[in-house]
T-cell receptor, first 114, second 112 residues
Framework: DQQVKQNSPSLSVQEGRISILNCDYT??????FLWYKKYPAEGPTFLIS?????DKNEDGRFTVFLNKSAKHLSLHIVPSQPGDSAVYFC?????????????FGTGTLLAVQP | SAVISQKPSRDICQRGTSLTIQCQVD?????MFWYRQQPGQSLTLIAT?????????ESGFVIDKFPISRPNLTFSTLTVSNMSPEDSSIYLC?????????FGPGTRLTVT
């Protein structure tokens, strides 16, 4: 059972425009959400996170929105740059216990066209 | 944040052999994790490496196949034992800082 889903395997955007990456989750116990960017042959790089007590978090060109009632979060990148081309993973944690185990989505490949 | 290095970065191994992957963190961390990313798939947690105690394995992963060591707060190893082609994956370690996890560059393993 996929608890964190990214339904769009790929997205293509023009440079300078907005990129919107979406993520849905099923478990209402999740209380912390993260976005990672991954280039080929590298490990995932932490981008931005949001706690379930908030509905928006912004860091430079990156903004994450959380809609708890819809169990949906999105990552907005404005303006998009060619260097943003990578696979983006959303992840969720908060299922309890001593660890902050992360459950990852399947990823969305973003291509920013110059 | 934490800076994490892994060795080796890649390897090609024969079926039936074992490979030990090393993970080094530049600061002391309580929790370290090992993940696997099979071709075209997402990251799947193998186990949580706890310093001073046995690793905690996720469903579908067992200690005999993936023994883990955590001798101190900056280092961990993952061994992939008795390898088969199905073990061909990228193996990643991560360290927890606050509620974030920071990842190493990964080890690309090919089993022939």
């Amino acid at each position: 059972d996929q608890q964190v889903k990214q339904n769009s395997p790929s997205l293509s955007v023009q440079e300078g425009r907005i990129s919107i990456l979406n993520c849905d989750y099923t478990n209402s116990m999740f209380d912390y959400f993260l976005w990672y960017k991954k280039y080929p042959a590298e490990g995932p790089t932490f981008l931005i996170s949001i706690s379930s007590i908030k509905d928006k978090n912004e860091d430079g060109r990156f903004t994450v929105f959380l809609n708890k009632s819809a169990k949906h979060l999105s990552l907005h990148i404005v303006p998009s740059q060619p260097g943003d081309s990578a696979v983006y993973f959303c992840a969720a944690s908060g299922l309890g216990g001593a660890t902050n185990k992360l459950i990852f989505g399947t990823g969305t490949l973003l291509a920013v066209q110059p | 944040s934490a800076v994490i290095s892994q060795k080796p970065s890649r390897d090609i191994c024969q079926r039936g052999t074992s490979l030990t992957i090393q993970c080094q963190v530049d600061s002391q961390v309580t929790m370290m994790f090992w993940y696997r990313q099979q071709p075209g798939q997402s990251l799947t947690l193998i186990a949580t490496a706890n310093q001073g105690s046995e690793a905690t394995y996720e469903s579908g992963f067992v200690i005999d196949k993936f023994p883990i060591s955590r001798p101190n707060l900056t280092f961990s190893t993952l061994t992939v034992s008795n390898m088969s082609p199905e073990d061909s994956s990228i193996y990643l370690c991560s360290a927890q800082s606050g509620r974030q996890q920071y990842f190493g560059p990964g080890t690309r393993l090919t089993v022939t």
